[in-house]
C-alpha cells in the first residue's frame, strides 16, 4: 500500500530540494518562493511543499489565497500558481480550517498529519520539488525529513542570515558558514525593499524587477543550483 502511494506521489519528481534554515524570520520562505519563480521562467515545471506549520507564507507570497483543496485516488491534487500550470503549490496551511488551528495540533497527531502530508500530494511529473520545511530540529522538522528520506532527497538550501551565524561575522557570514561545513556557498541575497513588497502583494518580483541587483542574486543562485542538480 505504502509503495504505490510512494509511486504516485513523488516518483515522477526529478529533483528534490529541502530548503532549510536554523530559525524562523531569515527569508526561507522568501528564498523558497523566489527560487520557484526563477526555475519557472527558466521553463521548469516547479513545484513547493510548504509544510512551515507555525507560518505557512508561502500561499500569500504567490497570492493563491485559500482554495479548495481537492483529493484525487493519489492523494491531495496541488493548487496551481499560474495559468500555464507550471508552479504548483500544496500548503499546509489550505488543510487547516483557521488559520490558527496550527497551534492546536501538538504531539504525535500533528507529527502524523506533517508525515502524511509529506507523501499524500499528486505532483504528478516536476522537474524540481521545493520543500520550504519548518524551522529547526523540532519533531515536526524530523517527521519531514524523516518522510522524506523514503523517497529521496537530492539538495538543500540552507538560508540564513549573518546576524544568526555569529556577531563576529558583520557581513559574509553565510560564506563563512559554508566553508565551515564544507557545503558550497549558494550566493547573497541583498535586503530590498521592493522584495519586501512584491511578497507582501504575492507580486513575481522577476517579472517586476529583471534589471535589480536582487533580480541577478537569485537568478545565479537558481542557476548554481539547477547545475549542481544536473551534475549528480
Ligand atoms: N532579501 C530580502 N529583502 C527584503 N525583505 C526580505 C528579504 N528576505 C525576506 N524578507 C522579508 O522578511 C520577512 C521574513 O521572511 P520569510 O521568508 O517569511 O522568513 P522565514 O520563512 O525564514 O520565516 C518577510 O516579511 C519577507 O518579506
Ligand atoms: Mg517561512
Redesign the pocket.
Known sequence: MEESSDRTSLSQVRRVVLVL?G???????????ELALAFRHAGKKVGILDV?LC?P?IPR?LRVCRPEVHQCESGWVPVYADTQQSLALMSIGFLLEHPDEAVVWRGPKKTALIGQFVSDVAWGELDILLV?TP?GTSDEHLAVLENLRKHRVDGAVL?TTPQECSNIFSKGGGEELAKLTGSEFLGC?????Q??QS??EGEDFLQAFPKSA?FSAINTIANTLQSRLEDD
Not at 23 to 33: Q, R
Not at 189 to 193: A, C, F, G, I
Request: charged fraction near 20%; hydrophobic fraction near 30%.
Open positions: 534554515s530559525k524562523g524570520g531569515v527569508g526561507k520562505s522568501t528564498i523558497t518562493t512551515d507560518g507564507s507570497m520550504d524551522p538560508v541575497v541583498p535586503l530590498d525593499p522584495l519586501t511578497l507582501e536582487t
